[in-house]
């Protein structure tokens, strides 16, 4: 019976683009607002995006820091210089040339007021001058008749020239009056220009001045904030090049230490695991027969360390062989008792795990010395301490950049190998990777060196 297949699942995006109440709920969520392509963002929140992003591939810098210190240098070299011309500006269009457009009405009334008045007393004067000829003929004539009187006789009349020469006065003072009027009238233009004409165009003037500065100002900052960007983009586009060649170099050393490529090392550390543990199979095998011979036994290496429990029945041994395998077994019986007394189980470590097998006991001191020589070459490449435990358990394949692969190794082998090559105050296994070895089976004696303890010493077990 085959296995239903399993429907394609649709992506949140296309979810949220057919419910609009969907699309909200992930707007509003930052978590899920991520999982959304720019298209389906508002224009501040696509600014937000823009603005999380590096400014090329591989930089720490934003876009958002970029644009800031962009915006510091072009504040810097032009801040005061704005204000002051908007200053200037806001005060031509509002203040100074508003009183000065004041004054110039006020100027032009005076000089029509001004103008008014002598027209006035020019009028005073004529009717003054026409009086006085009146005056005059009337005494005139009296005195005349007084002396024609006296005398008997007839004087001359003297009326006509008197009229003539009144009118004469009146004409002279007319042509004043009109001559007053006409510099009144000129002097009443020429201040009506100042005032309407040209003192509006001198401040329509002004601002456009302002203006023109202003823009120029503007333009030639936004000039400066793009240069001071591209800048910030080139020097970090110049780091990111130049922290990559160092990783090529730093690939390239390891290659050339002799580390080639992750077969090589693979095989190596085979081959290391096959001879640890075969010496340790020798180990105990000697060290079984080391025992038999300390009790005075014939019975042989290897037959004691494969624990054969060897009878008097059925066997064609000499009479010593089967007094010592009946000793041998008395031994084991009564180290048994032993350990079931003293509470350490039938040979388990410390929390009572089954010791692991010699093969993979084998395998796991291979990998910790690995672990130390990955460690000692990544270090002297120049990779950070607190860098290398992470690289080696994740792992890294070959690529352009780094054409070594770096193995991955077992967590507790790495945090081994890093207690015996980098602690700085006495180099030694810490006590959690020892229990951490222990839960797992596996003994840490031979590895390196432990941790000293002091007279309190709680009670330890075999590894």
Known sequence: MSKPKKLP??????????????????????????????????????AIRTGNKPVTPGSTVTNRVADRQAGQAVDQAYGPNAAAFQQ???????????????????????????????????????????????????DQTARTDRLNAVT???????????????AVRQALLSAMGGQQAGVNAAN????????????????????????AKMQDLLDRM?????????LIVQGEQKGVAQAAQQQAKQALALQLAGITSATSMANARTGATTSITTAQIGAKTARAGQVVA????????????????VTRNGQNLSHQDRQASIAAAARKASEKAADKAAGKGDRTLPGGAKPVTPAQQGAFESTVRTAQTWVTR??????????????????????????????KLDALAVGMALDLMLRERGRHISDRHVQDAHRRGIKVRGLGPLRPKGPARGAGGRG
């Open 9 to 46: 699942v649709a992506s949140l995006a296309e979810r949220a683009k057919k419910d609009p109440a969907l699309l909200q709920r992930v707007l509003a969520n930052p978590g899920l607002r991520g999982r959304l392509p720019d298209a389906m963002l508002s224009p501040a929140m696509r």
């Open 88 to 138: 200037q500006r806001n005060t031509d269009q509002s203040g100074w040339y508003d009183q000065y457009r004041a004054e110039l009405a006020k100027h032009q009334t005076g000089v029509a007021a001004a103008g008014d008045a002598a027209v006035a007393q020019i009028g005073q004067l004529q009717q003054g001058v026409a009086g006085l000829g009146r005056g005059d003929q009337a």
């Open 152 to 166: 008997g006789g007839q004087s001359a009349d003297t009326t006509g020239t008197d009229s003539r020469a009144a």
């Open 188 to 211: 009443s233009n020429y201040a009506g220009a100042q005032a309407n004409v040209v003192a509006p165009g001198q401040q329509l003037q002004a601002r456009l001045g302002g203006q």
């Open 222 to 230: 936004q000039s400066t904030r793009g240069q001071a960007r591209d």
């Open 294 to 309: 300390r009790r005075g036994q014939d019975v042989s290496a290897g037959t004691a360390a494969a624990g054969q429990d």
């Open 378 to 407: 990544l270090r002297a490449s120049g990779v950070k301490p607190r860098d290398i435990g992470a690289l080696l358990v994740a792992g890294q394949a070959a690529t352009k950049e780094s054409p070594v692969a770096v193995p």
